[in-house]
């Protein structure tokens, strides 16, 4: 589910549209890193899509720009 999240977000990223499967939604525990091998890169891929989706959340979606442009300045430095 996590691969498919992460596939789903990094496509919607360089689309510029919003994701449907929000992180909320996901029930499943996070990744056992014994699980299978590589699942080091893929946690890592998903960790990186968890960002993208927020930054597209927070900073570039229709309701972030209903905030002030300041508003959005110190949400994008927090990110940082």
């Not at 919607?12 to 549209?17: A, N, R, V």
């Not at 499967?21 to 590589?38: R, T, V």
């Not at 229709?62 to 940082?80: I, K, M, V, Y």
Request: glycine share 4%; proline share 4%.
């Amino acid at each position: 589910m996590y691969e498919l999240h992460a596939r789903h977000t990094l496509t919607c990223t360089f689309t510029s549209s919003a994701s449907i499967i929000q992180d909320f939604d996901i029930e499943l525990p996070f990744l056992d890193e014994n699980s299978y091998q590589g699942v080091e890169m893929l946690a890592y891929w998903v960790k990186v899509a968890r960002v993208q989706g927020q930054t597209y959340e927070k900073l570039f979606s229709p309701a972030a720009f209903l905030r002030t442009p300041e508003e959005r300045t110190r949400t994008g430095e927090h990110f940082s």
